[in-house]
């Protein structure tokens, strides 16, 4: 077990290395420099500029000074927001995007599991149906029609809660962006566990267990619901990532001062250190996540072997 | 004799399905006593699985059971079919338990072995703790599992299918059960398991005084193992009686088919003037277990070092059990498989031609396969499928040239022509099994290889097939090298006999004295546990 | 189990699996209504630019933020500069429609190709293409494109070849699998025993039978790609002026909600009642194809 957690965490880090070496070079490529502008710049001020953010070094150097750095945690400063650092305002961002992404994947879990469960038990029932169509239109529509409908039905129509901000996480600011955000995964867990459901209840030693004379309860319980649950946790790594993407247009609709937003802002002005620190902050948590959710998958399924492999 | 355990009384299922209602079982009435072996034996499709699991309360959601089945094992009579579930489950796993067919998959990957057995007596038992430790160790060691105390927190996986299949018997035999339901239990294990899981039941009733019904297509383990018998056929019971009698004069024509289906005759010997055909010398194939990206690959040796000789119109034998490599040398010879050695066919080096070169040759040397389900492509219709091989050795054929040859081919395998344009999944297994053979003989070859060409098939479908293969060998004088792990259809086509075990030969005799009087160890085991002669 | 033989009833003229497939699916009634409707908003979007009375980016002056009315002639309204959104959503859907179109072939490409490569070979190619398949999975790409967008330039080539690039990843791990479960087939074993060339094994035996799951993956990565490109569009990294597309649409009403509902509402009906017909025709070709999942 502890020899495979050590292989898997030593095959995150090409990847790691990937995302940042390509990010890096990407935004490298970009044509002209960071300071083009709406003004020009006099040329002595721009190379000053230049010089001062070690742009004037060949690229290979500056690629060295950012690993360099980046293994220290200092993801560069931003050229926009001029009094920051980058990671300054990821650390600022990072603990509110947190919460709404927790939130998030807690509900989705909590809801799209059991509403799985249940539409397989009652397979092909008016309930099967229900269940399974909402779910279909779930993971249909999304997300960035779905939160700005939330919005204009319960902030502007009904007028229940507000249409954006954070108000420090009060709850009511919670709502919309966290169902906003959590809708599309609890539809494609709700699927995904109906269907395993399915098909561990069809299983031989589904069977068995009835034939020892356990009580339905029992059987699902004991017997049915973890191997059922397997392709759920193996799909948590890419439901995260989807929660994180998700995260950032949530944010920006809301107006929530989390990661999300300073992407899209960053995104939009051009922002390439701030654009790149996030995309690598976001890399490495993203990895970070499918390692976990490794390491859960082998520890609930004694028939991954950590060694042989 | 001792007083009735469980009676089935007009037992009727039905199946609402959404082109109708098909009868699965039909007013099926018998009855089991205390302590006897009940057989149900049928061919697949004949209900005899979906008989039993409705004693069990275990039909599918869509099955209508009427009727009756009295439990006798209770505290007074109960009709099984209308026992509250609380009493059923009362009932299941305690006082009539049941194993299966599928002994790889019928226990929880998830949990260890010991919890599974445990969780059976945590149930039905006041056992806990230490107790019911002790219990499942015991069962364990009863059902021959070595070293039970380390094998008590194995998960099912790291067993082999037939230590799973002790454990399941473990599993059933907990509660001490006064009736075992065995479903096919030994249908997935190779012949020497199977004998041994037999003794092991046999062995085991002798020490709890429990009836066993026990469902099975095959006639030499009911002769071994039962008191009496219930011959089904399409959802009725055609037959019943005690074993000695209905073996000695069966009364139905079903039951005298299934009894009489089983191999006879024997194959004439070539003479040993015949030509050879088929020279093989040395074959070895490998194949990478643990595939690197990077270093050399580790191997696992399926064939080593070979020697065979075929001559025109013998027929070769090759027997073993599942692993033993016998598939693998097949397609080593048809070059399918890498493989390194010399094979001649009719004095050509096959082993140094290349695809192309290998082409021509490819008509000559045919293959029909085991699984009637997988050997003909979906999306092909059956004209395409026979017609393929035409296309690629007689190109120049025209198009009604080659309708023709298929259409002979059909009528020489006995199927109806007209049936060219349909698509596979029209077929039944022992139709397929007669496509894939006339698929191979379009092309008008001298050697077939067979590889298990009738081991998914029930046994009156086998004979059929069979005798198709003996006619086909007569007129064409066709050579045959058969693959089958079933020494009863070996003994019957073969001339001569490879016993192959781990990817060697045990040993290779003609047919008549290798079966009369086995020279090894090994194929007086496989041969005591394939005709289930007495081990005592 | 219970139904051998009844088969053979069937009428002389065989059934192939793909006639089947069609009859069941039009058994489904979701899926058919899915496949109408979507006929008709793509017919709509590309015929009905020329049914309104106003150009694209035509401004009617005496009508800003102006409701949807008949009279008008703007049956769905104007946005605050006084265009028409109706033919603005019949455009978008143009370009939502063909960036679909466009990225799920040039996934559909690189992934079969890709897939059927590795599952072919094998063995040390095989190993060699899927880590790096794998890498590329576990890399976060939407970060990636949107990063690509914001150095090179909204591009709508760029959006074409970014998207199709995200997409081809599932498609040659589907083919792949598919390539290496059918090579061990039996028939494709006979097929080499009787000599049949590799390109008529590729061609006659593998691609037929890849081609169901093929076909069901199309279908559902067409709407994925549809919304991955709003989702470009919506943060401001899709397409640009004058062009416009359904999620650049969503992103403007957005904004004016408050006071011009129908300007996020009718572009978000579009694109959800195509995601959603385009998910239930997926659904309903897996069950026809496949009916033993259902």
């Not at chain 2, 199927?415 to 077929?427: G, I, M, S, T, V």
């Not at chain 3, 109408?36 to 309104?52: K, M």
Request: charged content about 20%; overall charge neutral.
């Amino acid at each position: 077990m502890l020899s495979y957690t050590l292989k898997r965490i030593l095959q995150a880090i090409p990847t790691l290395w990937v995302v940042i070496t390509l990010s890096f070079f990407l935004m490298h490529l970009a044509p002209g420099g960071p300071f083009d502008g709406e003004r020009q710049l006099p040329p002595e001020i721009e190379a000053n500029l230049m010089a001062s953010y070690g742009l004037d070094k060949p690229v290979w150097e500056q690629y060295f000074t950012y690993m360099g750095n980046l293994l220290q945690g200092d993801l560069g400063p931003s050229f926009k927001y001029k009094d920051f650092s980058v990671t300054e305002l990821v650390a600022q961002g990072f603990p509110v995007s947190l919460e709404l992404g927790l939130w998030a994947i807690s509900l989705a879990l909590l809801i799209g599991i059991p509403l799985g469960v249940i539409a397989a038990l009652k397979r092909n029932s008016s309930v099967d149906y229900m269940v399974m169509g909402t779910a279909l239109a779930g993971v249909a529509i999304p997300n960035f029609v779905i939160a700005p409908m939330l919005a204009l039905v319960f902030g502007v129509f009904l007028a229940w809660l507000p249409v954006g901000g954070w108000n420090d996480g009060h709850w009511k600011n919670l709502v919309l962006p966290v169902v906003a955000l959590s809708i599309q995964q609890i539809a494609y867990i709700a699927r995904m566990m109906r269907a395993s459901m399915i098909e561990v209840l069809g299983s031989h030693f589904i069977r068995t267990a009835r034939a020892k004379g356990l009580s339905e309860s029992e059987v699902i319980f004991r017997h049915a619901l973890r191997p059922a649950m397997l392709p759920v946790i193996s799909y948590l790594g890419p439901a995260i990532a989807g929660i994180i993407t998700g995260s950032v247009v949530i944010e920006q609709i809301f107006g929530i001062p989390g990661i999300g937003r300073y992407f899209v802002q960053a995104a939009l002005n051009r922002d390439y250190t701030l654009v790149m620190g996030t995309v690598v902050f976001y890399g490495g948590l993203i990895v970070l996540f499918n390692l976990i959710v490794d390491l859960l998958y082998s520890a609930l399924d004694p028939q991954i072997r950590y060694d042989n492999e | 004799m001792s007083q009735p355990l469980l009676e089935f009384d007009r037992l009727r299922v039905d199946f609402d399905l959404p082109d109708g209602t098909v009868t699965a079982v039909n007013d099926v009435s018998f009855t089991i006593y205390q302590g006897e072996t009940l057989a149900l034996v049928g061919e697949s499709g004949s209900g005899k699985s979906i008989t039993s699991t409705a004693a069990m309360g275990l039909l599918p959601e869509l099955a209508r059971a009427s009727g009756c089945i009295r439990w006798h094992g209770g505290a007074g009579d109960e009709d099984l079919l209308s026992v509250s579930r609380q009493r059923l489950r009362a009932i299941r796993g305690n006082e009539i338990s049941m194993i299966f067919q599928e002994p790889m998959t019928s226990l929880n990957p998830m949990h260890r072995i010991g919890r599974q057995i445990r969780e059976v007596l945590h149930k039905h038992t006041a056992l806990r703790g230490r107790s019911s430790h002790q219990r499942v160790l015991e069962l364990l060691a009863q059902v021959g599992i070595p070293e039970p105390e380390r094998r008590i927190d194995s998960y099912p996986h790291e067993l082999s299918g037939g230590q799973r299949q002790r454990v399941m018997i473990a599993m059933a035999l907990a509660c001490e059960p006064k009736l075992l339901i065995a479903d096919e239990p030994t249908t997935a294990l190779d012949v020497t398991v199977q004998a041994q899981i037999l003794a092991l039941l046999k062995d085991l009733q002798a020490r709890y005084g429990m009836a066993i019904l026990f469902i099975t297509h095959d006639l030499g383990v009911v002769r071994h193992l039962a008191d009496s018998v219930c011959v089904m056929q399409q959802g009725k019971i055609v037959e019943a009686g005690k074993t000695d009698t209905l073996f000695q004069s069966p009364q139905h024509s079903y039951t005298q088919m299934l009894i009489a289906a089983n191999p006879s005759g024997r194959k004439e010997a070539v003479p040993n003037s015949a030509p050879v055909l088929l020279k093989a010398q040395n074959i070895h194939v490998r194949f990478p277990i643990k595939k690197r990206l990077f270093g050399p690959n580790r191997y696992f040796e399926a064939v080593k070092n070979i020697d065979l000789t075929l001559r025109r119109g013998q027929t070769l034998g090759i027997v073993g059990e599942s692993g033993s490599g016998k598939t693998t040398l097949g397609r080593a010879l048809l070059r399918l498989v890498k493989s390194s050695g010399d094979i001649c066919f009719d004095d050509i080096d096959v082993a140094r031609l290349d695809r192309a070169g290998m082409r021509p040759l490819r008509s000559r040397m045919q293959v029909v396969f085991q699984d009637p389900f997988g050997s003909l492509s979906p999306r092909m219709t059956v004209g395409d499928v026979i017609g393929e091989g035409l296309r690629v050795h007689q190109p120049l054929l025209r198009r009604a040239e080659r309708d023709t040859l298929v259409i002979q081919a059909l009528e020489e395998v006995a199927l109806d022509p007209a049936h060219r344009h349909r698509y596979p999944h029209e077929f039944s297994g022992g139709q397929r099994q007669r496509i894939a053979i006339a698929r191979a003989l379009v092309v008008k070859p001298e050697f077939l290889l067979l590889d298990e060409p009738t081991s998914a098939l029930d046994r009156s479908v086998q004979m059929t097939v069979i005798q198709l293969l003996r006619d086909l060998q007569q007129r064409h004088g066709l050579t045959y090298l058969f693959i089958s792990h079933d020494l009863a259809v070996v003994r019957a086509l073969a001339d001569e006999v490879i016993v192959m075990r781990q990817g060697e030969i045990v040993e290779q005799r003609d047919t008549a004295s290798l079966f009369n009087a086995p020279r090894q160890t090994y194929t007086r085991e496989l041969m005591r546990a394939a005709f289930l002669e007495s081990t005592a | 189990m219970i139904m051998n033989n009844t088969t053979l009833t069937a009428p002389a003229v065989g059934n192939s699996l793909a006639r089947d497939a069609w009859r069941r699916l039009r058994q489904n009634g979701a899926a058919t209504v899915s496949l109408v409707l979507l006929a008709v908003i793509s017919l709509v979007c590309f015929v009905g630019p020329w049914l309104t009375p106003w150009a694209l980016d035509e401004v009617d002056w005496n009508a800003f933020l102006a409701p949807p009315s008949i009279e008008s002639g703007h049956y769905a309204g104007t946005d605050s500069n006084g265009r028409d959104l109706l033919t603005r959503v019949f455009y978008g859907g143009q370009i939502s429609l063909s960036v679909a179109l466009v990225a799920t072939l040039v996934s559909l490409v690189i992934g079969v190709l890709y897939g059927a490569i590795a599952g072919y070979f094998g063995g040390r190619v095989d190993n060699l293409m899927m880590r790096f398949v794998d890498i590329m999975y576990s890399l976060p790409f939407m970060f990636m494109v949107i990063l690509l967008m914001v150095v090179f330039g909204r591009n709508i080539l760029l959006i074409y070849a970014a998207i199709g690039a995200v997409e081809w990843l599932d498609m040659s791990r589907i083919v792949r699998g598919q390539v290496l479960a059918l090579k061990r087939r039996e028939f494709v074993e006979a097929a080499h025993a009787l000599g049949v060339s590799s390109f008529k094994i590729v061609t006659r035996h593998l691609i037929p039978n890849a081609i169901g799951p093929v076909i069901i993956y199309v279908t559902l990565t067409v709407p994925k790609v549809i919304l991955l490109e709003s989702f470009l569009s919506f943060l401001g990294l899709g397409v640009q002026e004058p062009l416009t597309s359904w999620g650049v649409l969503i992103s403007e009403g957005k904004d004016m909600m408050e006071t011009a509902p129908w300007m996020l509402i009718v572009p978000s009906a579009f694109l959800a009642i195509t995601l959603l017909c385009l998910n239930f025709l997926g659904d309903g070709l897996r069950d026809a194809l496949d009916p033993k999942t259902r």
